[in-house]
């Protein structure tokens, strides 16, 4: 596409009275956004959105729309999920699915599950508010799109023993998180439009939710944790530690499904393993690969655990294509609606 | 030296630049300087390691002498990454004092094992930074932290999980504040890989020490740090400069005031509202 050619916005009665080059648009998106920034800030879609309206100009980079897109249908996932797990779904055979393991939920451990669903469930309310504005249609999902066993809509995959037994469910939820942590951190990149305001607040939101739901992960490891005082993968500190099956720690449940820890192998392993310790950063001149378990200057930190510190101190991302390969079992097939 | 035996026009010796530390001598520097007087340092300032190892509760080796002045040009992702350095040798001096002070015996295993892995962990990145920024790291500030507050903090279980608990939420506040503004997508991942395993600290933290009122099954990630839109904690980075020096760990001077030498430019991004609690 050109870059040069004008556009019109036709939202704003200002905008439309100038024509401006797309380059300017994107660039101009800076001194906009305060308004929008200000509604984010207190919390309201509908002040935030409100400034949007007014923000957004007819063309946003496509990538942005389709991390938001994409998104979207993770955490949709991950909210009725929950709210099958609570009870609370709109599905009532969602529900009945999930009542055997209910009972078994500890309070303090509902506790946490309703803190994180309410979360899934704003940042779903979120995204949807903010497709529009990046001039997509938040395509329209519901609890019955799910599979939660990963049986592809056959009811019987795999993850099936997490609707009866409480420590399966703790390593399903466990394998969501990270997942979602892993799949915002391959994302962000996606969103790096420098000088663009309404991308630097997707990109910026996009961080916030990534680090909400690296401390649900976290809180249910540490669930785990203490369910399986003895199991050392399992860190009090909510880190991952090693990476693909071993990473997981599903050395408490019995006899766990071949295919389970097939899946456990995709979701904390891929091009970049949670075991990775090669970093690149670039200096402003080139990139450099730096291995983060022999650095000099880790002399306090006991010999035989630095490969695993090392592991420990970084998570790794997940590329879109690896996230799919984890999430489409768990959703029934429908390319139409643009679900895996 | 006293101020008492310097005359005008007789050069001003320091001998040491511990000696600048002390207040007579930082003013005697200043005045001398002022009066057009000339102000002789001796070779060992720029040698000489001001204490000895035996009982530094910061690490291996002698503690370096105090930095003054250090500064933070944003305009560019090494700026950026310094501010991180900053924050992860702060937390890595903190984690080895903690886990080397009296107080840690009275940890439970669990929280042991915690301390251990946050001081791995902030240790690993003080170093991946450090080697990353090269000749642009900041210095090895340990020297430059207030003893007397540290051994304050180090006192106590409650003042130590408090500490403990604002540093981590700050450094996701902070590196959620600061990703808008890197400009080269590895960058952004990699700041991405730090972020999330912050946040794991800091839910893990306010699991141990919820803070006053928070539902210790919710503290992990409560209303009070999570936003109505499911967003976490987010500030600026002269914000998030403002807390670590709120925390008193840092001599007073460490920072150049103001620090921030040069903000991100408009086309790195904006600043948005910051979102963060008084007690994280």
């Known amino acids: 596409m050109d870059n040069q050619q004008p556009i019109l916005d036709g939202i704003d009665p200002e905008i439309t009275e100038r024509l401006v080059s797309r380059r300017d648009a994107i660039r101009r998106g ?17 002040v935030a959105l409100a400034a949007l309206a007014r923000d957004t100009f007819a063309q946003t980079p496509a990538d942005i729309l389709d991390v938001l897109r994409f998104a979207f249908i993770l955490e949709n996932l991950e909210n009725e999920f929950y709210r099958a797990v609570l009870g609370t779904s709109a599905v009532a055979a969602q529900n009945n699915a999930f009542a055997p ?29 903010v497709i529009p504005q990046f001039g997509g249609t938040p395509v329209t999902i519901t609890a019955a799109d799910f599979d939660f066993t990963g049986g592809n809509g056959a009811g019987n995959g795999p993850f099936a023993r997490a609707t009866t037994e409480l ?55 540490r669930i ?27 050395g408490n449940i019995a006899n766990p499904p071949a295919a389970v820890l097939a899946a456990l192998d995709l979701i904390y392993g891929g091009a970049t393993p949670e075991s990775n310790t090669q970093h690149v950063v670039f200096n402003g001149t080139s990139a450099v690969t730096i291995d983060a378990a022999t650095l000099t200057g880790l002399d306090v930190i006991d010999a035989s655990e630095r490969q695993a510190a090392a592991t420990q101190a970084f998570d790794e991302p997940l590329t879109k294509e690896e996230v ?17 | 030296m006293s101020e008492k035996d310097r005359g005008r026009g007789e050069p001003m010796v320091v001998a040491s630049a511990g000696e600048l530390m002390f207040p007579a001598t930082r003013r005697g520097f200043i005045r001398t300087l002022m009066a057009g007087g000339s102000v002789m340092l001796l070779p060992s300032v720029f040698t000489a390691c001001s204490d000895d190892d035996d009982d530094n509760p910061l690490g ?32 890595a001096a903190f984690y080895t004092a903690v886990v080397g002070s009296g107080a840690f015996g009275g940890f439970s295993t669990d929280e042991r094992e915690l301390f251990i892995d946050l001081r791995n962990t902030e240790i690993i990145h003080r170093e991946f930074v450090r080697t990353a920024l090269g000749s642009q790291a900041v210095p090895d500030i340990r020297g430059s932290i207030d003893l007397n507050v540290l051994n304050q903090v180090l006192s106590s279980r409650t003042s130590i999980l408090n500490l403990s608990r604002a540093f981590e939420n700050l450094g996701v506040a902070a590196l959620n504040g600061a990703g808008k503004y890197l400009q080269d997508a590895r960058n952004l991942l990699l700041a991405g890989k730090f972020a999330s395993v912050e946040a794991r600290h800091a839910a893990a933290l306010r699991d141990v020490a919820p803070p006053p009122g928070i539902n210790a099954n919710t503290a992990f990630a409560g209303d009070d740090i999570i936003d109505g839109t499911g967003r976490d904690v987010k500030v600026e980075a002269g914000v998030a400069l403002q807390l670590v020096a709120s925390t008193g760990l840092l001599r007073a001077n460490t920072l150049a005031n103001p620090a921030i030498t040069a903000a991100p430019t408009a086309a790195q991004g904006v600043a948005t509202a910051d979102f963060f609690p008084a007690n994280p």
């Open chain 1, 224 to 250: 785990r944790r203490q369910r399986n005082p003895g199991d050392a993968t399992l860190r009090f500190s909510g880190y991952v530690r090693g990476g693909a099956r071993a990473a997981g720690g599903a």
């Open chain 1, 167 to 221: 420590d399966f469910l703790l390593l399903a939820t466990q394998a969501f998180e990270d997942t979602g942590v892993r799949a915002y951190k391959g994302q962000a990149g996606r969103l790096l439009i420098n000088g663009n305001n309404n991308a630097d607040i997707a990109l910026e939101s996009a961080l916030r939710i990534h680090s909400v739901e690296a401390r649900h992960a976290a809180k249910i490891r």
């Open chain 2, 60 to 91: 291996p080796g002698n503690l370096p002498d105090p930095v003054t002045g250090v500064s933070f040009d944003l305009r560019s992702d090494v700026g950026i990454f310094r501010l991180v350095h900053l924050n992860e040798q702060l937390e």
């Open chain 1, 324 to 340: 799919i390969a984890i999430v489409r079992d768990f959703i029934r097939d429908d390319p139409a609606r643009g679900l895996p």
């Open chain 1, 101 to 129: 393991v209910r009972a078994l939920i500890p309070d303090a451990a509902k506790q946490t599950f309703q803190q994180i669903q309410k979360h899934e469930q704003q940042h779903v309310d979120f995204l949807k508010a």
């Open chain 1, 30 to 46: 800076a001194s906009m956004s305060s308004r929008l920034a200000a509604g984010l800030a207190m919390g309201s879609v509908p």
